[in-house]
């Protein structure tokens, strides 16, 4: 009780800081004597040393192929394997896992083939920097296309450098200038337009200019100065991981730096293991692996994640304990964990001189809307908050935008979209919180009362269920009636109903009627199907969800 009154929501497991001790022996007027603990590293073991500049090499530069669906990235991919085996690689190569080592002019470029934007911030949200240099593939016909703009934004949260690979110039409808024109209304400027980006004009299909693309990024590579130290301990991440049922986990690893040798014990993120069998990227049998390889091994514990980082250690009983007392560790961060930034927290937060940022995503029904809100919220910055925008897109709410979210303390403001309850569930899971909006002076006066910490009583919308339409009847002097199955929870007669169309918000409105086979029901449960009837409203599609809900006030924390 006298940690609630100081505002601490503890359990029994968690630990409490020196100074919430003292304050509180002092509320229960007992003493207290906190002693000085040497606080031992549970990660002796890990040689995490800097390298000296004078055992430094050059090391090839790890690239991440990112863009819009169809936009050609795996034709790309192909295409450049194929233009390297060409240049002198003994028959075809076999992927095996998901990064590839190409050469160009004597050099090596490591292509990661896995990760799309999704993986990309999964990997960030670990803290692994596994990308150096992103190519950006934009279909010349195509332009710039909403998963484009996804790419560029995670891009660039990540602080790596943007190559602009502008593909299908083949095709009769192609126009660059288009697509440079879109690119620079999204923050990205090409050399020839005076910008800083590098833009190469390819045809994946026909393979020209894929040698250019390559020179470009060994450019991009030399300006970068990457640097590693062959003779120590290896270290990196891993860019995937899955559980095969003959040979257990298999990691697929990047050597960031060090050599990696069969047979060695390493710690990679949770799990611990010993190398048993690596091989390369064309599933040849190898012994080491110097900085900037992509290998498969074969030998841990459990399955890790992608992005988390591995390091090579002594012998395995070091691995197993560093291993252990991350798990332990992990385990109190959860029970300690705090939810993510809310609104009602803010002012608490620039009270205490923590928020300099307010983080935001934005996603919209139209990019009218987009624009709106972004211009109208970036005026709202005053001394002691300056509001950001992390992300803006049209459409509903993905998975995606939640992960982005997670990563960078973010807040999600949906306009006119609606999630899906598995998105819903994600961000739940994820702390993260999201905010749907009707109207655009709601966003702006809420998040202005957030900032000055004058948050009134909220009505929060409860959703009481959601029903799937499976057939439409037109009745004389009623007009559309819904044939209806109510996928969850429930519907209530005098409730208030939205209808979602491909996760775009069409109408709100009351129901007027609703039966159950020819006679009137008060409410209909799951699994059960019914006819709904919407007040004034008849532009009702099979395939259309109807969400039923209702408000309740709910006094601010």
Same mark, same amino acid.
């Given at each position: 009780?006298?940690?609630?009154?100081?505002?601490?929501?503890?359990?029994?497991?968690?630990?409490?800081?020196?100074?919430?001790?003292?304050?509180?022996?002092?509320?229960?007027?007992?003493?207290?004597?906190?002693?000085?603990?040497?606080?031992?590293?549970?990660?002796?073991?890990?040689?995490?040393?800097?390298?000296?500049?004078?055992?430094?090499?050059? %090391? +090839?530069?790890?690239?991440?192929?990112?863009?819009?669906?169809?936009?050609?990235?795996?034709?790309?991919?192909?295409?450049?394997?194929?233009?390297?085996?060409?240049?002198? !690689?003994? *028959? *075809?190569?076999?992927?095996?896992?998901?990064? =590839?080592?190409?050469?160009?002019?004597?050099?090596?470029?490591?292509?990661?083939?896995?990760?799309?934007?999704?993986?990309?911030?999964?990997?960030?949200?670990?803290?692994?920097?596994?990308? @150096?240099?992103?190519?950006?593939?934009? +279909?010349?016909?195509?332009?710039?296309?909403?998963?484009?703009?996804?790419?560029? =934004?995670? +891009?660039?949260?990540?602080?790596?450098?943007?190559?602009?690979?502008?593909?299908?110039?083949?095709?009769?409808?192609?126009?660059?200038?288009?697509?440079?024109?879109?690119?620079?209304?999204?923050?990205?400027?090409?050399?020839?337009?005076?910008?800083?980006?590098?833009?190469?004009?390819?045809?994946? &299909?026909?393979?020209?200019?894929?040698?250019?693309?390559?020179?470009?990024?060994?450019?991009?590579?030399?300006?970068?100065?990457?640097?590693?130290?062959?003779?120590?301990?290896?270290?990196?991440?891993?860019?995937? +991981?899955?559980? @095969?049922?003959?040979?257990?986990?298999?990691?697929?690893?990047?050597?960031?730096?060090?050599?990696?040798? #069969?047979?060695?014990?390493?710690?990679? *993120?949770?799990?611990?293991?010993?190398?048993?069998?690596?091989? @390369?990227?064309?599933?040849?049998?190898? #012994? &080491?692996?110097?900085?900037?390889?992509?290998?498969?091994?074969?030998?841990?514990?459990?399955?890790?994640?992608?992005?988390?980082?591995?390091?090579?250690?002594?012998?395995?009983?070091?691995?197993?304990?560093?291993?252990?007392?991350?798990?332990?560790?992990?385990?109190?961060?959860?029970?300690?964990?705090?939810? #993510?930034?809310?609104?009602?927290?803010?002012?608490?937060?620039?009270?205490?001189?923590?928020?300099?940022?307010?983080?935001?995503?934005? &996603?919209?029904?139209?990019?009218?809307?987009?624009?709106?809100?972004? =211009?109208?919220?970036?005026?709202?910055?005053?001394?002691?908050?300056?509001?950001?925008?992390?992300?803006?897109?049209?459409?509903?709410?993905?998975?995606?935008?939640?992960?982005?979210?997670?990563?960078?303390?973010?807040?999600?403001?949906?306009?006119?979209?609606?999630?899906?309850?598995?998105?819903?569930?994600?961000?739940?899971?994820?702390?993260?919180?999201?905010?749907?909006?009707?109207?655009?002076?709601?966003?702006?006066?809420?998040?202005?009362?957030?900032?000055?910490?004058?948050?009134?009583?909220?009505?929060?919308?409860?959703?009481?269920?959601?029903?799937?339409?499976?057939?439409?009847?037109?009745?004389?002097?009623?007009?559309?009636?819904?044939?209806?199955?109510?996928?969850?929870?429930?519907?209530?007669?005098?409730?208030?109903?939205?209808?979602?169309?491909?996760?775009?918000?069409?109408?709100?409105?009351?129901?007027?009627?609703?039966?159950?086979?020819?006679?009137?029901? %008060?409410?209909?449960?799951?699994?059960? !199907?019914?006819?709904?009837?919407?007040?004034?409203?008849? @532009?009702? &599609?099979?395939?259309?969800?109807?969400?039923?809900?209702?408000?309740?006030?709910?006094?601010?924390?």
């Amino acid at each position: 009780m006298a940690l609630m009154k100081m505002g601490i929501m503890a359990n029994i497991n968690q630990n409490l800081d020196e100074d919430t001790v003292m304050i509180l022996a002092d509320e229960l007027g007992i003493s207290v004597v906190v002693a000085k603990v040497e606080e031992e590293n549970p990660e002796e073991g890990i040689e995490d040393f800097e390298d000296r500049e004078e055992d430094l090499v050059p %090391r +090839a530069p790890f690239v991440t192929v990112m863009g819009h669906v169809d936009h050609g990235k795996t034709s790309l991919l192909d295409a450049i394997r194929k233009t390297n085996v060409a240049i002198g !690689e003994a *028959g *075809g190569i076999t992927q095996h896992i998901g990064a =590839s080592e190409v050469y160009s002019n004597g050099q090596k470029i490591v292509f990661l083939d896995t990760p799309g934007h999704e993986a990309f911030t999964a990997m960030r949200a670990r803290g692994a920097h596994v990308t @150096d240099i992103a190519v950006l593939v934009v +279909a010349a016909d195509d332009g710039v296309m909403p998963q484009t703009i996804e790419s560029i =934004s995670h +891009a660039k949260a990540a602080g790596v450098p943007i190559i602009v690979a502008i593909n299908k110039m083949d095709k009769p409808g192609a126009n660059p200038d288009r697509v440079k024109q879109e690119l620079s209304e999204h923050g990205i400027l090409v050399e020839e337009w005076g910008g800083d980006t590098i833009c190469c004009q390819v045809s994946a &299909k026909k393979g020209d200019g894929i040698e250019n693309l390559l020179e470009m990024i060994l450019l991009q590579a030399e300006v970068l100065e990457l640097k590693a130290n062959p003779n120590r301990p290896a270290k990196g991440s891993v860019v995937e +991981a899955r559980l @095969d049922k003959t040979r257990g986990p298999v990691a697929t690893l990047l050597v960031d730096n060090g050599t990696l040798k #069969s047979g060695q014990s390493v710690v990679v *993120g949770n799990c611990y293991g010993k190398i048993r069998l690596m091989t @390369d990227y064309r599933g040849k049998k190898i #012994s &080491k692996a110097g900085p900037a390889t992509a290998v498969e091994i074969l030998g841990l514990d459990d399955v890790p994640e992608a992005g988390d980082e591995f390091n090579v250690v002594k012998d395995d009983k070091t691995a197993r304990e560093i291993a252990q007392n991350r798990k332990e560790k992990l385990r109190e961060e959860i029970l300690a964990r705090n939810a #993510s930034s809310t609104l009602e927290q803010l002012f608490s937060q620039i009270q205490e001189g923590e928020v300099k940022d307010l983080n935001l995503i934005i &996603k919209a029904d139209v990019a009218g809307s987009v624009e709106a809100i972004v =211009s109208s919220l970036e005026k709202l910055n005053n001394e002691n908050v300056r509001v950001k925008v992390v992300h803006t897109g049209v459409g509903t709410i993905n998975e995606s935008d939640v992960m982005l979210a997670s990563t960078t303390g973010s807040i999600i403001i949906g306009f006119n979209v609606r999630p899906t309850t598995a998105v819903t569930s994600f961000a739940d899971s994820e702390n993260v919180q999201i905010r749907l909006y009707r109207v655009i002076y709601d966003i702006i006066n809420e998040i202005q009362d957030a900032m000055k910490g004058m948050l009134d009583p909220e009505f929060r919308e409860e959703v009481l269920g959601k029903v799937e339409v499976r057939a439409t009847f037109k009745v004389p002097n009623v007009g559309t009636i819904a044939g209806a199955y109510v996928t969850e929870g429930k519907v209530l007669r005098n409730a208030e109903v939205r209808l979602v169309r491909d996760g775009i918000v069409i109408h709100e409105g009351k129901i007027s009627s609703l039966k159950r086979f020819k006679d009137d029901a %008060r409410e209909v449960a799951q699994g059960y !199907e019914c006819g709904i009837g919407i007040e004034n409203y008849n @532009d009702i &599609k099979e395939g259309d969800i109807i969400e039923c809900f209702r408000m309740v006030e709910v006094e601010r924390a």
